[in-house]
C-alpha cells in the first residue's frame, strides 16, 4: 500500500540534503515530499524570518499541494515546524513522525530544552551573523555526525546553510497539547545521537510529551539522512504504519 509522506528538514538543511532517505522510502513504494522551509532556502531572510514562518511554508506547501493523509515527519528542529503544522491542519494528516526531533509544549521555544553551552554558542555566533548560526565543524563531526568517517562528515557539512535563529528563539503556541491531538504518533530514537546529551536525552525526556505514541529505535547518529538513509528510511517506515 502506498502511502504519502512528508519530510521536513532539521536546522541548517534543505529538502534536498534529505533526499537520499526520501528515495528509500520510494522504493517501498510510498509518495514522498520534501519541502525547504521559509529561512533555509537560497536568498531566504535570515535575519527575521521567525518559526511562525517556517510552519506557515509547510501548511502553505501541504495546502497548495492538497495532500491528505499525511505521514509528516520531522528531524530535529522539524519538530518544532510538524508540531505547529499539526496544530493548524491536523485533518490533513495521518501520523506524526519525530526524528529524534525537539517536541515543544505550548509556550516554548527550542532553546528552552537545549542545554546551557549550546546557547551560548548560538548567541555568539547569532550576534556575529546577522541573527544566523551555523555549527562549528567540530561540534558537527563530533556531536551530530559521529558515526560517519571524516570524508563524508566535511562532504556533508559542505552542504548545510546558515539557520534563521529566530526559529530557535521564538515560542510556540499549540492550542492544545500534542498528546490531545486524535493523531497517531511515533517516535524515532537514533541510539549514538548526542547532539543533545544523553544526561538531556531526546527519548524519553521529550519523546514522553506525546502521550500515547509507538517507539522505534535503530543504530545511528543524529545525521543518519548522510550517514546511513536507507537504515533511517526503514525506521521511517516501521514508524509510519498503521
Not at 536525552?201 to 519523546?207: E, I, V
Request: hydrophobic fraction near 40%.
Amino acid at each position: 500500500m502506498s502511502d504519502t509522506y512528508v519530510l521536513v528538514h532539521g536546522a541548517w538543511h534543505t529538502g534536498a540534503e534529505i533526499e537520499a532517505v526520501a528515495d528509500g522510502l520510494r522504493e517501498a513504494g510510498h509518495t514522498v515530499h520534501c519541502p525547504t522551509l521559509a529561512g533555509n532556502g537560497a536568498g531566504d531572510d535570515r535575519a527575521h524570518t521567525g518559526l511562525g514562518d517556517a510552519i506557515d511554508s509547510a501548511v502553505r506547501y501541504i495546502e497548495e499541494k492538497n495532500l491528505t493523509q499525511v505521514r509528516l515527519a520531522g528531524h530535529s528542529y522539524g519538530g518544532m515546524v510538524i508540531s505547529g503544522v499539526a496544530d493548524r491542519i491536523a485533518h490533513r494528516l495521518r501520523r506524526l513522525i519525530y526524528i529524534n526531533a525537539f517536541v515543544p509544549l505550548d509556550g516554548e521555544s527550542l532553546n528552552d530544552m537545549v542545554p546551557p553551552h549550546y546557547l551560548t554558542m548560538f548567541d555568539a555566533i547569532a550576534s556575529a551573523n546577522g541573527n544566523a548560526v551555523m555549527l562549528p565543524f567540530e561540534v558537527w563531526r563530533e556531536a551530530f555526525i559521529n558515526d560517519a568517517d571524516l570524508a563524508l562528515a566535511q562532504a556533508a557539512y559542505e552542504k548545510l546553510n546558515p539557520h534563521p535563529y529566530r526559529t530557535f528563539t521564538d515560542k510556540i503556541r499549540l492550542q492544545k497539547p500534542l498528546a490531545e491531538l486524535a493523531l497517531g504518533k511515533s517516535y524515532i530514537n537514533c541510539q549514538q545521537d548526542i547532539a543533545l546529551p544523553h544526561s538531556l536525552p531526546w527519548h524519553p525526556r521529550l519523546s514522553e510529551r506525546l502521550g500515547l505514541f509507538r517507539l522505534v529505535e535503530c543504530p545511528g547518529s543524529h545525521e543518519m539522512f548522510f550517514s546511513n538513509p536507507r537504515r533511517l528510511a526503514q525506521a521511517i517506515v516501521e514508524a509510519g504504519r498503521d
